[in-house]
């Protein structure tokens, strides 16, 4: 009888994925620690902890618990409305998950140019239903009752999948319900869980303005940030929500510290601030170099700068922060770099051989124009045009943005305009240099 032999790789991965398993172990009580300081009574280094029902611990976890419920019917409203595996890229995304969650890391890799596509074995509900959108999705004027019913089976069907070397976490947690059912209820449930992850950290961004800011100001701009498009990919299986809204409160609990507690802040702010910049480390593959990026930015809004961020770390609840989102941060990076998952999905149009570099920039500069509606909504579409919200939604959230803008630059001090014009500049800069890193092998993206 012929012994069976593994796939090429598989005990790299196997390895990978143990030491994966044993810095997510190890990771838990530094992140239990930090939950605990968020939620558990002491705003003050100097404080006793308290712990009684009666305390500010259940105080605070009753008022996170309602924002929460609150934001997450609005997002399940979303995920209730879009038709399954109707989300932009939620076919692929849902099989990694499944795949994910019965520890296929990354499939069997696809020989050929495309080296971010996989194939895995995932549920014949998932299989089938994958292509169930396509009647829809690239038709903005097609209601999606021409989608056939999905067929229902707990036959394993392989299916290919171009997210195959994402970073893991966030399908973990999103393809636990695959296992405990093979209907649709199943992919409402990844739904469900995708809901909860970020409807949680949009609620704990809003409670750390109402625990610790002075400036409800920040409320409205974080309801400006929290634009159509978010909600709309924090409803359904997509890591880019969880990127977003993990990293929003992120920033929020950033600028309240560097701003209004640079001097002994609060263990409770300190403990969102690491929790939220761990969390988004482990979302995506460039997440690192976001938190790494909006770090930098509060390091320059901080009163003292880099000398006062040194002195925060003297403090254990900082230190405790600051080991989890590194922990993250190189856990992330190592898989990235193991697994190529900066490879994209070459589907796209590339500049030929005459097109200068000039000529480039200049397409690319157009296109992150368009990005701009898309920050606002775009809800469907696998390629332009996108089917967006409506005009005036657009004018509104433009209109709103530009007066958040100009009334913090004319409000804010010299640190305050600096860190405003180089975040807004950033933030056009670095998706050009990043695309064009790669635009004479997966295009115009």
């Not at 790299?12 to 620690?33: I, T, Y």
């Not at 067929?151 to 399908?171: G, L």
């Not at 941060?329 to 990235?336: G, I, K, P, S």
């Not at 397409?363 to 967006?388: D, E």
Request: glycine share 8%; aromatic share 8%; hydrophobic share 50%.
């Amino acid at each position: 009888m012929a012994k069976h032999r593994k796939p090429r790789g598989w005990f790299r991965r196997r390895a990978l994925h143990r030491a994966a398993c044993a810095a997510m172990v190890s990771a838990g009580p530094v992140a239990w620690k930090l939950i605990v300081q968020a939620f558990g009574g002491a705003d003050e280094p100097g404080q006793a902890m308290r712990m009684s029902v009666g305390g500010d611990l259940a105080k605070k976890a009753f008022q996170l618990t309602l924002c929460t419920v609150v934001v997450g019917i609005g997002l399940t409203a979303w995920s209730l409305v879009l038709p399954p595996f109707g989300g932009v890229d939620e076919p692929v995304q849902v099989a990694k998950a499944a795949a994910v969650v019965r520890g296929q890391l990354v499939g069997q890799p696809i020989s050929g140019p495309n080296t971010a596509v996989a194939t895995v074995k995932v549920p014949g509900t998932i299989a089938n239903g994958s292509g169930t959108p396509w009647c829809f999705v690239d038709n903005g004027t097609q209601r999606a009752t021409c989608a056939p019913p999905v067929k229902v089976s707990a036959k394993h069907a392989s299916m290919t999948t171009y997210v195959a070397r994402y970073p893991d976490p966030y399908y973990y947690l999103v393809g636990l319900p695959t296992l405990i059912t093979d209907a649709m209820s199943g992919i409402y449930g990844m739904r469900a869980v995708s809901v909860f992850l970020n409807a949680l950290f949009i609620g704990i961004a809003v409670m750390a303005i109402m625990w610790w800011s002075r400036s409800r100001l920040m409320l409205i701009g974080l309801l400006v940030a929290i634009t159509p498009e978010t909600m709309y990919l924090a409803s359904y299986v997509n890591p880019n929500g969880l990127e977003i809204t993990a990293c929003a409160c992120f920033w929020v609990s950033g600028i309240i510290l560097v701003r209004e507690h640079p001097i002994d802040p609060p263990r409770g702010l300190v403990s969102v601030m690491g929790l939220s910049a761990a969390t988004t480390c482990l979302v995506r593959a460039l997440s690192p170099f976001w938190v790494l990026l909006v770090l930098g930015m509060l390091i320059v809004l901080f009163p003292a700068g880099f000398r006062g961020a040194l002195a925060l770390l003297r403090r254990r609840d900082a230190q405790f922060a600051a080991a989890l989102t590194v922990l993250c941060a190189v856990a992330t990076t190592v898989w990235v770099v193991r697994e190529h998952s900066l490879d994209l999905f070459l589907a796209l149009p590339t500049p030929g051989p005459k097109v200068s570099t000039w000529q480039i920039l200049e397409k690319l500069v157009v296109l992150n124009v368009t990005y701009i509606h898309m920050m606002v909504g775009a809800v469907q579409r696998s390629r332009p045009p996108y089917v967006g919200v409506p005009l005036a939604t657009f004018a509104i959230w433009a209109t709103c943005s530009v007066l958040l803008v100009v009334g913090g630059l004319w409000a804010g001090g010299k640190r305050m305009r600096a860190g405003a014009i180089a975040t807004m500049a950033l933030s056009v800069v670095v998706p050009i240099v990043l695309t064009w890193s790669q635009v004479h092998r997966a295009g115009y993206s």
